[in-house]
């Protein structure tokens, strides 16, 4: 059975260039969330979709993190002009319920 | 806003012993509760979760009990193994509809044989 799968999987940015981050939820899951994991810690929310919708983006950083789930399957998450504090692994999961479940992350390292 | 705050690692135990992860939370309402555990080069699974006071996850040996008057979800397992090693996090999900979890900073386990 498919889990949630996220790429790429690393992902090296020049601090300036824009970056977009792919998650593929499991199908007929309702729920999308994003986190951010900087080294050593515990992953911090970003944004949840319910569907297409983004019901909250409470947890972005600044303006220049966005993220869309257009159909209400596939999300991505864009930052532009990334800088040096822009590198962490990003989680994406993905719910029906309580339980959430994560994909692999990807790890974003702006130079 | 809520939070969580657990015990630093490393921990480190030797095989068999008894494994004990302190973390407390502060929330409004009445939050679900987990502990989620991430293997080197794996990502985060789901351990055990409870929803309401008193209860008790459990799963792979490994235990937690709700205890809304202590605040508390300490993670326990009567004999660890080497393959417990890991990174392990407590988290919440709040009590409203977005359940967006809040974690802890993380507690790796090191078990030697």
């Known amino acids: 059975g498919a889990g949630v799968s996220q790429s790429p999987r690393y992902k090296v940015a020049k601090r300036g260039q824009d970056v977009a981050l792919r998650c593929d939820p499991i199908?007929?899951?309702?729920?999308l969330f994003w986190y951010q994991q900087a080294l050593g810690q515990g992953p911090e929310f970003l944004t949840y979709?319910?569907?297409?919708?983004?019901?909250?983006k409470s947890g972005l950083p600044s303006d220049r993190f966005f993220a869309e789930r257009p159909e209400g399957s596939v999300s991505t998450l864009k930052i532009q002009r990334t800088q040096k504090e822009d590198s962490a692994v990003y989680l994406c999961?993905?719910?029906?319920?309580?339980?959430?479940?994560f994909g692999p992350g990807t790890r974003l390292t702006v130079l | 806003g809520d939070s969580v705050t657990q015990m630093e690692g490393p921990v480190t135990l030797s095989e068999e012993a008894f494994l004990t992860i302190n973390c407390t939370y502060t929330?409004?309402?009445?939050?679900?509760l987990f502990w989620y555990v991430q293997y080197p080069g794996e990502g985060l699974q789901l351990l055990l979760k409870?929803?309401?006071?008193?209860d008790k996850g459990s799963n792979k040996g490994f235990e937690a009990t709700y205890r809304k008057e202590t605040t508390s979800f300490h993670l326990e397992k009567g004999s660890v193994q080497v393959s417990d090693s890991a990174v392990y996090f407590c988290?919440?999900?709040?009590?409203?509809?977005?359940?967006?979890?809040?974690f802890g900073s993380g507690t790796r386990l090191q078990v030697q044989p």
């Open positions: 988290a919440l999900s709040d009590a409203t509809g977005r359940r967006a979890l809040t």
């Open positions: 999961a993905s719910s029906l319920g309580v339980e959430q479940f």
């Open positions: 929330a409004t309402g009445y939050p679900s």
């Open positions: 409870a929803t309401k006071a008193d």
């Open positions: 199908s007929g899951h309702v729920s």
């Open positions: 979709f319910q569907n297409e919708a983004q019901l909250d």
